[in-house]
């Protein structure tokens, strides 16, 4: 199993001022020490239950433009990019760039988006959430439109473009590899097996992973899919230094997950970073 490292609490000691170099820390110990992806939160205002808006983020994709500077070897990208956040021709385009200009270490991370309070904050239109699953999968195949050879026209029912020309193309042969996050089984898993490389979910427990994993396995069957064509991901917020995460990883790896997300504590990011990358990373790579 492989180990993702995701930025979500940054409420680091220091403050504000110490943000760029902290950041820039755990980025430098996760790709020296073996992570395979390190990910942020696509939000504009930290989410309620790690503080609210009195807490400190970051714009997603010009950190992850920073980290790529400060990086060799680590895959880079949001978890998730919320569909409502930025135009699909433009979004394309941004993680275009970021492939670029990290070697071809994107990942495209996408998600219907949730947030509301931060659209009505900023003005950003929030539409229902029906329309929402419609404008991401309207997305997903504006992007996979630009990063193929076809530079023509796209028509939807929410986006139209008149062109979508993206050069330079992604290094990433097709594009950056697509993410969709959530465990929604009518729209969300079916947009997986309909289009994703990879899937994302909550850390349901193992009975709730399995029943998650089974829904996707159907979906793939309805749209003639081969379900080992798609990666199985899973995000915790379980400590992974406690007795029991190992454990719990076994379980997943024997279902087909093969990589999890962790969290740094904000107290000492980099120092939590590298402890999991001398102390876990090495026991979750001889699981599945």
Known sequence: MKLAVHCANL?????????????????????????????MMDHWFQMEDLGGPAEPMLEGYTSM???????????????????TYRHPGLLAKVVTTLDVLSSGRALLGLGAAWYEREHRALGVPFPPVAERFERLEETI???????????????GEHYRLAETICTPSPVQ???????????????????????????????????GVAHKLA????????VGRDPG?????????????DTSFLSR??????????????????DDPVGWTERACAEVLPRLSELG
Request: with cysteine.
């Open 11 to 39: 409420s680091y000691a220091g403050g504000p001022e110490t943000l760029a170099a902290t950041l820039a820390g755990v980025a430098r110990a996760a790709d020296q020490g073996g992570v395979t992806t390190l990910t």
């Open 65 to 83: 433009g920073f980290l790529a500077g400060r990086t060799e070897r680590v895959q880079l990208g949001l978890l998730v990019t919320g569909a």
């Open 141 to 155: 195949r504006i992007c996979r439109q630009m990063w193929s050879d076809d530079d023509g026209p796209f028509e």
């Open 173 to 207: 042969a097709g594009g950056p590899p697509l993410l969709v996050g959530g465990v929604g089984e009518r729209k969300t898993l079916r947009l997986v097996a309909q289009y994703a490389d990879a899937c994302n979910l909550f850390d349901l427990g193992p009975e």
């Open 215 to 222: 829904v996707l396995d159907q979906h793939c069957a309805d």
């Open 229 to 241: 064509d798609v990666r199985r991901t899973v995000i915790t917020g379980q400590d992974p230094f």
């Open 249 to 266: 990883m076994e379980t997943y790896a024997g279902l087909g997950i093969d990589q999890v997300w962790i969290g740094p504590r904000p």
